[in-house]
C-alpha cells in the first residue's frame, strides 16, 4: 500500500508522568515522523524534561502508550537505546576524560570497535569543529565547546533519532549559531530530531513541527508558521508612552487592534497591518515616546498561550 | 561628603572568619562525633587493647609509663596534624574552584590576603575544638594530669597550623584535587605512623632519626607529650615551638603569594 | 529462585564491563594515584609491624608483624572498597552525572552496579597481589595456603565494595559521609587486628564474631598462618552473602534514583 504514511518514530496516546501526587505529563498525544525537527515549547516546569525522558528510555511511564522506533521503552529500553542519540540539558561529560577519550569510551557504551570508535570521533571531531582540541581535557573546553562535544557524543553511535534537551541554553550567539548550522546539517541527512527549547527563535529555525506544553499538558501543535497565524495577527505594534501615561489610557485605544497586551513597560497591538494602526493612534491625539512595528513570532504565540506570569 | 565615600570593610579578615562559622554551623554535627569518637576508638583499641601486650612485654613501662599514657598525647598530635591537613586541602579547592567562595571574596573588598588569615584563624579554631574534646577524652581515660596537661591544647593547635599554613599555599596551587592523595598517602600517613606516636623514634634505624627530626609532627608529638606527662623543660620547648612557628611563618608567607597569584590575576 | 533474588547477575553481564574500561580510561590519567595506594597498607606494616613490634613482643606464638600482617591485608581490601564505592561514586552520582550519560546508552543500571563493584573489585586485587608479594619477600607467610589470601581479599572486597555501593545510594549530602567513617574506623581498629580477639570479654567477643572484617581477618589469617580450619569456609560464605545482599540492594536504589 503505497499510500500509507510512514509509520511515526514515536507514537505516544495519553502518554503520562507523575511524581507522587505530582502529575508532569497529563496525558499528552503526539507523534513523531521520520526526518522531521520536532519541538517541545514551554516554560520551566511545563513537563518538556519529563517527557524527553520517558522518551530516552529512562524515566518509566506512569500511564498511556509510548512507542519508541516501533518499541515499548518499558521492555525493550537498551535496544532503543542503541538508535538514540541523547543531549542532555546539562553536559554529561567525564571531565577526567580527554576530548577524544569521552568519545572513544561513549562508542565502546554501543558496543563500537576501538577502531571503529577511533574513525568514528575523528570524523565528528571534524564535524563539530573541535579536531585541534581532540587531546585537550574537557575540563579546559569552554561551554560551547563541551556543548559541541556533547552533540558529537551524541553522534557516536550513528542515531535514527536525536533528542536534545535544551541544546542552546546559556551558550554565546556565535556558538548557538554554530550548533544550529550542524543541527540543520544532521536534519538533511535524515535525522529526526527531538528538542526542547525555550528560544522561540531556536524553535523558528529548527522545528518543521511544534507543540506548546504548559502545566503538563500540550495547549498548541503546528507548524511555527501555522501557529502565529492562529495564535496571532500579521504584525505587533509596540508602543512605549511616558512614565506615568500608559495607566491614564484607559479605553483611547479601543478598536486600533484585534487585541491589546498591557506589559509593565510598553503596550502591544496585535494587528494586520501595523502602520495603519500607528497613524490612527497618532489620530487620536496620543504621542507615544516610541514606536515599533514589526512582524508576529512564535515568542507572541508563546506568551499568549502560556500567560506572563513568572513560573519557576 | 562624608555620605558619599565608599566604606572599605575594617577587618576583612574577621569577615573570612565569619563566613566559616556560619558554614559550620550547618555542618558541625558530624565533625563533633567524629572528632570525639576517634580519640575514643583510638585509645580504647591501641591504647587499652594493645597496650596490655605492651606493658605485659615492657615491665618498665615505655619511657618510664604504660602505654596508654605513652600513646594518648602523641595521637593528639597526631589528630591536630590530620584534622589541620584536611581543613588545608579540599576546603581551599572548593573555595578556589568547587564552589569559588573565595573568587566571590575578592569581588569584595576583602583582599587574597585576608582570605589566607582568616582562613588560618578558622583553622586554628577547628584545631582548639579537636584538640579540647581529644584532651578530654585523655582525661577520662586517666591518660593525662588536669590541669597541668591543659597546655596540651595550644601545642596542638601551633602542630596544626605547622601543617595548615604551608600545605594551604600548595593547595591554592592546585587546579584539581588529584595531588591531595599524595600529600595523605605520602606525607600525613608516613608520619603518623612514624613520627613517634606509636613508638619513641629511637626504634626507627639511626639513619632515619634526623628525618624524623626535620618533621614538624615530631616535635608537636614531643611537646604534646612533655605537657601530658610533666616531663618538659623550657629550652628544649622553646627549641620545638620555634621549629613549628618556623613551619608556620613560612607556610604563611607562601600563602600570601599563592593565594594572591590565584584570586587576581 | 536465586536469579529472583539477584535479578542484576544475568541482566548485568557483557555491557557491565564498558564501565569497567571506562574507569580504566580515567585512571590512566591518574595511575598515581592507584599506584600510591600500595603504599598505606605497607607503612602501616612495617610502622605498626615492625616498629611498634619491638615493644610488644609475640602473640599467640607469631611474632607481632606476622600477627598483623594479614589483618592488614583484610582491612587494605575493605577501606580501598568502601573508599572507591562510597566517595568516587557518590561524585559520579550526583556531581559528575556519570550514570545519567551512561543510561542513555543501551547499558542499563544493573549494568552500573556490576561494573562499579567489579572496578572496585579489580582494583583490590592490584593491592592485595602487591602486598601479598611483600608478605612473601619478608617472610610472613608461613603456609602455602597463603597464596589463597589474594582471592579471600577479594572476597572481602567484593562485600564491602556492594554494601559501600548500596550506602551510597542513600547518601545525600557530603556531611553524611562521615557516618561511613562512624563504622570503617571501629571494624579497623576492633577486628581482631592489632590484638587477639581473646583480649576481649566473652559478650563483647562474640559481637565482634559477628561483624564483617573480624570474618575476613579470620580468614586471611588462617591461611597466612597455616591455621586451616572449617571455620574458614563459614567466613567466606558469610562474606560472599553479604556481598550478594549489597548488590541486590544497589540494584534496586540505582534504579529508584536513576530511573525517575
Not at chain 2, 570525639?36 to 619511657?63: E, Q, R
Not at chain 2, 574534646?133 to 597541668?148: D, E, N, Q, W, Y
Not at chain 2, 623550657?234 to 613549628?244: C, S
Not at chain 3, 619478608?138 to 572481602?156: D, E, K
Request: glycine content about 8%; charged content about 15%; aromatic content about 10%.
Amino acid at each position: 500500500m503505497p499510500n500509507e504514511p510512514r509509520p511515526a518514530l514515536i507514537h505516544a496516546r495519553a502518554l503520562t508522568k507523575r511524581f507522587g501526587e505530582m502529575t508532569a505529563v497529563d496525558a499528552i498525544d503526539f507523534d513523531v515522523a521520520p526526518g522531521e525537527a520536532f519541538g517541545f515549547l514551554g516554560p520551566n516546569g511545563a513537563g518538556k524534561t519529563s517527557t524527553m525522558r520517558m522518551i530516552g528510555c529512562v524515566s518509566p511511564r506512569s500511564g498511556g502508550t509510548l512507542e519508541v522506533l516501533g518499541m515499548d521503552p518499558d521492555h525493550d529500553g537498551p535496544a532503543i537505546r542503541a538508535r538514540l542519540g541523547v543531549i542532555p540539558q546539562q553536559d554529561t561529560l567525564d571531565m577526567e576524560l580527554t576530548v577524544q577519550e569521552n568519545l572513544w569510551i561513549y562508542a565502546r557504551y554501543f558496543d563500537l570497535s576501538y577502531a571503529e570508535a577511533r574513525e568514528r570521533s575523528k570524523e565528528l571531531l571534524e564535524f563539530v569543529q573541535l579536531q585541534d582540541r581532540a587531546k585537550d581535557e574537557v575540563q579546559n573546553l569552554s561551554g560551547g565547546m563541551k556543548r559541541r562535544l556533547t552533540i558529537a557524543r551524541g553522534l557516536i553511535n550513528e542515531p535514527d533519532l536525536m533528542l536534545l534537551d535544551e541544546p542552546t541554553t546559556g551558550l554565546d550567539p556565535q556558538a548557538r549559531h554554530l550548533l544550529w548550522d550542524r543541527l540543520y546539517r544532521l536534519k538533511q541527512r535524515g535525522v529526526t530530531l527531538v528538542l526542547t527549547t525555550h528560544f522561540m527563535d531556536e524553535a523558528e529555525q529548527l522545528c518543521d513541527r511544534l507543540v506548546v506544553m504548559d502545566k503538563a499538558t500540550i495547549v498548541a501543535q503546528g507548524s511555527p508558521r501555522q501557529l502565529i497565524e492562529r495564535y496571532a495577527t500579521r504584525e505587533v505594534l509596540e508602543l512605549r508612552f511616558p512614565q506615568g501615561v500608559q495607566e491614564t489610557l484607559n479605553g483611547k485605544l479601543d478598536g486600533l487592534a484585534d487585541r491589546i497586551e498591557h506589559l509593565p513597560d510598553r503596550l502591544l497591538l496585535y494587528t494586520p497591518d501595523g502602520d495603519a494602526a500607528a497613524a490612527a493612534v497618532h489620530d487620536r491625539g496620543l504621542a507615544p515616546e516610541s514606536v515599533l512595528v514589526r512582524r508576529s513570532t512564535l515568542e507572541d504565540v508563546f506568551l499568549r498561550l502560556t500567560g506572563r506570569t513568572l513560573i519557576e | 561628603m562624608a555620605a558619599t565615600m565608599p566604606r572599605v570593610t575594617r577587618w576583612p579578615a574577621v569577615r573570612v572568619f565569619e563566613h566559616h562559622v556560619m558554614v559550620y554551623r550547618r555542618t558541625w554535627r558530624g565533625s563533633i562525633v567524629t572528632s570525639f569518637l576517634s580519640p575514643v576508638l583510638f585509645l580504647s583499641a591501641m591504647g587499652l587493647g594493645l597496650g596490655t601486650l605492651v606493658d605485659a612485654n615492657n615491665p618498665g613501662g615505655i619511657a618510664g609509663v604504660t602505654y596508654l599514657v605513652f600513646l594518648a598525647p602523641g595521637l593528639l598530635a597526631s589528630s591536630a596534624m590530620q584534622t589541620a591537613a584536611f581543613e588545608s586541602t579540599y576546603p581551599i579547592m572548593s573555595g578556589m574552584v568547587w564552589m569559588k567562595t573565595y573568587e566571590a571574596m575578592v569581588t569584595s573588598p576583602i583582599a587574597p590576603r585576608s582570605v589566607v588569615f582568616g582562613q588560618l584563624a578558622w583553622v586554628a579554631t577547628r584545631l582548639t575544638i579537636v584538640a579540647s574534646v581529644f584532651l578530654g577524652v585523655m582525661f577520662a581515660f586517666g591518660a593525662a594530669t588536669f590541669p597541668s596537661a591543659l597546655i596540651a591544647v595550644p601545642f596542638a593547635v601551633l602542630t596544626g597550623l605547622a601543617f595548615a599554613a604551608p600545605i594551604q599555599a600548595f593547595s591554592a596551587t592546585q587546579k584539581n584535587d588529584t595531588n591531595f592523595n599524595a600529600i595523605f598517602r605520602f606525607g600525613i600517613t608516613p608520619l603518623f605512623i612514624f613520627s613517634g606516636t606509636f613508638f619513641p623514634v629511637t626504634q626507627l634505624p639511626i639513619y632515619l632519626q634526623p628525618i624524623a627530626w626535620l618533621t614538624p609532627l615530631y616535635h608537636g608529638v614531643a611537646l604534646s607529650r612533655g605537657a601530658a606527662l610533666g616531663t618538659l623543660d623550657l629550652p628544649t620547648a622553646l627549641i620545638h615551638i620555634g621549629v613549628l612557628i618556623a613551619f608556620i611563618a613560612i607556610g604563611i608567607a607562601a600563602s600570601l603569594v599563592t593565594f594572591r597569584r590565584r584570586l587576581v590575576s | 529462585m536465586l536469579l529472583r533474588l539477584f535479578p542484576i547477575i544475568p541482566f548485568g553481564s557483557r555491557r557491565a564491563g564498558r564501565l569497567v574500561e571506562r574507569n580504566v580510561w580515567v585512571y590512566r590519567h591518574g595511575w598515581l594515584i592507584i599506584f600510591s595506594g600500595f603504599f598505606e597498607p605497607l607503612f602501616y606494616l612495617l610502622g605498626i609491624g615492625f616498629g611498634l613490634g619491638k615493644l610488644v613482643g609475640s602473640v599467640n606464638g607469631l611474632t607481632y608483624a606476622q600477627f598483623v600482617a594479614p589483618a592488614l591485608l583484610a582491612t587494605a581490601a575493605m577501606n580501598g572498597a568502601i573508599y572507591d564505592s562510597t566517595f568516587n561514586m557518590f561524585f559520579k552520582l550526583k556531581f559528575a552525572k556519570t550514570y545519567d550519560a551512561v543510561l542513555s546508552t543501551p547499558l542499563g543500571v544493573g549494568d552500573i552496579a556490576v561494573g562499579e563493584v567489579a572496578w572496585a573489585l579489580i582494583r583490590g586485587t592490584l593491592y592485595s597481589l602487591g602486598f601479598m608479594v611483600v608478605i612473601f619477600m619478608l617472610g610472613l607467610a608461613l603456609s602455602p595456603w597463603a597464596l589463597l589470601a589474594v582471592p579471600a581479599a577479594m572476597l572481602i572486597g567484593f562485600a564491602a565494595a556492594a554494601i559501600g555501593t548500596s550506602c551510597t545510594t542513600f547518601i545525600r549530602k557530603w556531611q553524611d559521609f562521615d557516618m561511613v567513617f562512624v563504622v570503617t574506623l571501629p571494624l579497623f581498629l576492633f577486628s581482631a587486628t592489632f590484638f587477639p580477639i581473646t583480649a576481649y570479654p566473652d559478650a563483647i567477643r562474640i559481637l565482634v564474631e559477628f561483624t564483617p572484617l573480624y570474618r575476613g581477618v579470620h580468614l586471611i589469617r588462617g591461611l597466612t598462618t597455616g591455621q586451616i580450619e572449617p571455620m574458614l569456609l563459614v567466613d567466606c560464605l558469610y562474606l560472599i552473602v553479604l556481598g550478594l545482599i549489597g548488590l541486590a540492594i544497589v540494584s534496586r536504589r540505582l534504579k529508584f534514583l536513576l530511573l525517575k
